[in-house]
């Protein structure tokens, strides 16, 4: 057989769109939720120099009221920092350590400045970036030198591995390129970082909507009888469906793709409070159920979503009642976080502790994990969650209108038809705040997904 080289990601790109051109979409055991044209990568370019200019406009007040007068993002070649792609255009840096510095210029307003390794003519339409470069440790001495900054905004510090992204050497050359006076006045930026970072802005609604549409098509097709034949498929094979699609599509994912099996009988094996995820080599079965978690990366944002399948036996037509109930508590659960106890300004801990307690008189087994979504899968912002229900640090945040957060969450239920087995019903949606509550990018699993 001849051998066959594997496409790169541009080459499956583009022949998914000439695939989808000659089509008219994608193939028809596809939901229609799965009708999403994805931007070539020009195209993708061009709309996030867009949002850079939004970003860039709303930077200065943020340093202001979070007392940063000067902000300093480091990138590393081969080592990127989390945060050059939503400071900088999303470009590859190759200038072995690329300099980007935001100063606080006064009546002068913000100034932007990139101290690289080469001269790209993009990142010259957002900074001040000569084309024959200058040597970034004299620009960074330069800089202290005409504004004395007080406080010099840096990531370390932090509690996210986007706050505390600056590597120990790079801090060294910081350093000693300013002096040992300006690094007396390095702080954390992570207060910036966490507000720059978690705030949404009004052009990645539309694409972010795209991007949840295609994260359900493809977790609807890998619980369905295309990939699930009950007795052979394993949990391998749908995962590497997931991976397969991701290629195929031309995005990737930023977690492998993960399944929860339970059956009738099944012991419960746990693993840090939650359900264990199940090995790839276990054989699904008539009578399991199937839990999927599954995200998408996609012009830096993120999704994440996680939906439940149950194959039927041979002579069934639906789930057992029980199993149906066992849903219902789960959307119970969705609706008092989201509907009763969500609202601007409210703090994440009333939050918490206004569902939990209807929950309880409800007599319903509820357990909430809720954090926020946007450009990461574990984005900045407020976390809804049990974990974090006695940190004040956390629970004391605010919720802020048109922020994205995954609802996740689950309830545990006993079923008769199991002889009282109780069982996860798992859920995880990605939602925007409203004034009236959270709302689903996607309507919610309301039903089982059904693999016959």
Not at 72 to 100: C, K, S
Not at 207 to 230: G, H, Q
Not at 399 to 414: D, F, M, Q, R, W
Request: aromatic fraction near 10%; charged fraction near 25%.
């Amino acid at each position: 057989m001849l051998a066959l080289k594997p496409l790169t990601p541009l080459i499956a790109l583009g022949l998914f769109f000439v695939a989808w051109n000659l089509s008219g979409g994608l193939p028809e055991s596809n939901s229609s939720a799965s009708k999403v044209q994805l931007l070539d990568w020009s195209e993708q370019m061009a709309v996030r120099d867009g949002w850079l200019d939004t970003r860039h406009e709303m930077l200065l007040p943020m340093m202001r009221r979070h007392s940063i007068d000067m902000w300093i993002v480091v990138n590393e070649e081969f080592h990127d920092d989390p945060l050059t792609e939503y400071i900088a255009p999303a470009r590859p840096y190759t200038g072995r350590r690329d300099v980007f510095v935001f100063v606080d210029a006064g009546m002068d307003g913000l100034r932007k400045i990139a101290a690289t390794g080469y001269w790209e003519e993009t990142v010259a339409r957002y900074f001040e970036s000569p084309i024959d470069p200058r040597p970034s440790a004299e620009v960074l001495r330069e800089l202290y030198e005409t504004y004395s900054p007080q406080r010099i905004g840096l990531g370390f510090g932090g509690s996210r591995g986007m706050t505390r992204s600056l590597t120990h050497d790079s801090y060294r050359f910081l350093a000693e390129a300013m002096g040992s006076e300006a690094a007396s006045r390095f702080v954390s930026a992570e207060p910036l970082i966490n507000e720059y970072l978690a705030t949404r802005i009004p052009g990645e609604f539309e694409v972010y909507t795209d991007l949840v549409a295609l994260t359900e098509s493809i977790t609807k097709r890998a619980l369905s009888n295309e990939v699930i034949k009950p007795g052979s498929t394993t949990v391998g094979d749908v995962r590497r469906f997931m991976y397969d699609e991701l290629w195929m599509t031309g995005v990737r994912t930023w977690f492998q793709p993960d399944l929860r099996v339970q059956r009738q009988g099944m012991a419960e094996v746990g693993s840090r409070g939650f359900l264990a995820v199940a090995p790839e080599d276990i054989v699904l079965q008539r009578g399991d159920l199937v839990h999927i978690d599954f995200g998408i990366s996609y012009m830096g944002l993120d999704s994440d979503w996680q939906k439940m399948a149950y194959i039927l036996h041979t002579d069934e037509e639906d789930v057992p009642q029980g199993l149906k109930d066992a849903m219902e508590n789960t959307n119970a659960l969705q609706d008092a976080l989201m509907l009763r106890a969500s609202r601007p300004g409210r703090t994440a801990g009333e939050v918490y502790r206004l569902t939990m307690r209807e929950m309880q008189e409800q007599e319903i087994n509820a357990q909430i994990y809720s954090h926020p979504l946007g450009n990461h899968g574990h984005g900045l912002g407020p976390s809804i969650d049990f974990r974090s229900a006695g940190r004040t640090d956390v629970t004391a945040r605010p919720l802020i209108e048109g922020a994205y957060i995954s609802i996740e969450l689950n309830t545990k239920t006993a079923i008769p038809e199991w002889g009282d087995q109780e069982v996860y019903v798992m859920a995880e949606d990605p939602a925007h705040l409203t004034q009236n509550g959270w709302r689903f990018f996607r309507p919610r699993q309301e039903d089982w997904y059904l693999v016959r």
